[in-house]
């Protein structure tokens, strides 16, 4: 059952990219805030179903213990929201996907790798490191020297155009980092946490931020209409669904190296959905520089970083 696990968080988590994509890209200032409470009302279900019906324990101290990593990963989330107007999910889905090289940077300067990735494994690791971080610096140069002409006739087709700045590249970042900053400090507090509790205890998190966007949008007297939420709330949906077969894939232990590899490839399903669904053109450049970026990650994958 493992290989069917990760197929499904595979395409769940670049199911995720999609409908987020398609709810955050239109001309609304505030699509990342509802976007964040859609995911928010989503996983506050799941957590009520692990409470009142699995019977997960959650208690205050818990909770707030798990804060600092919660808001991690919450901002992080909020702002690759914020970065999917000003750019092709094909460029941004891989950028966010690497924070597990920065992950792997953090245990290399703390100490804390896993020790049994000595001699060749090691070497692999930080050529997958540099292989991801070359993609990516690649990206912002290509994306920065690229001619307006050429970047006008290849978005031509998506019928959505994004101008050429820094800040787009820079949001995605933000979110890598954020995100493996958070990953590192999940690695440390779990070591002092029950795993389903804390994620229970982010997903209530979660839902508190959703709450507070909604009644800072209800003040604002911001509209909402079915129709361009109805994307927000399945892409909600295909992530906290994502992370329960994730789950469920690496607690088979004795396919984790296999399991991890294909999970982690995500991203190139979500760079393929955005070429049959959204549209999206790429130059070669931007492709060989994704490459990079897919590679590094499918070998730290198999590494389970």
């Keep these: 059952m493992w290989f069917w696990f990760a197929i499904i968080a595979l395409l769940c988590w670049s199911g995720s990219d999609l409908f987020s994509k398609i709810g955050c890209r239109d001309n609304d200032k505030y699509a990342h805030l509802k976007m964040v409470i859609a995911v928010g009302v989503v996983m506050g279900l799941h ?19 798990y804060l600092p990593v919660s808001l991690l990963y919450i ?37 804390t790798l896993d020790e049994s990735i000595q001699g060749g494994m090691r070497v692999a690791v ?49 979110y890598c980092l954020l995100d493996a900053a958070g990953t590192f400090a999940d690695s440390l507090v779990l070591e002092r946490l029950n795993e389903d509790s804390a994620n229970v205890a982010y997903e209530l998190t979660f839902l ?49 190296m296999m399991s ?18 959204l549209k999206e053109k790429l130059s070669w450049k931007h492709y060989l520089m994704i490459g990079l970026v897919v590679a590094g990650i499918v070998i730290l994958g198999i590494y389970d970083i």
């Design 47 to 65: 957590a009520a179903f692990e409470i009142f019906v699995q019977g997960t324990s959650v208690t205050w101290h818990i909770i707030w213990t």
């Design 75 to 111: 901002v992080s989330m909020a702002l690759g929201y914020v970065g999917l107007r000003y750019i092709e999910l094909s460029i941004s889905s891989p950028i966010c996907n690497s924070s597990g090289a920065l992950v792997a940077v953090l245990c290399l300067i703390t100490g």
């Design 126 to 174: 930080i050529g997958a490191v540099a292989l991801v971080c070359i993609g990516v610096v690649g990206l912002g140069v290509v994306e920065s020297r690229e001619d307006d002409e050429l970047r006008q006739a290849r978005q031509a087709a998506s019928n959505y155009k994004y101008a050429k700045s820094w800040l787009a590249i820079c949001l995605p970042v933000a």
């Design 208 to 256: 508190a931020a959703g709450i507070g966007c909604l009644v800072y949008l209800l003040a604002r007297r911001e509209k909402f209409t079915f129709k361009a939420e109805l994307p927000k709330y399945v892409g909600a949906a295909c992530e906290t669904v994502g992370q329960l077969f994730y789950i469920y894939a690496l607690a088979d232990e004795e396919h984790v």
């Design 260 to 277: 991890a590899p294909i999970i982690s490839a995500y991203c190139v399903a979500s760079v393929l959905w955005s070429r049959l669904f």
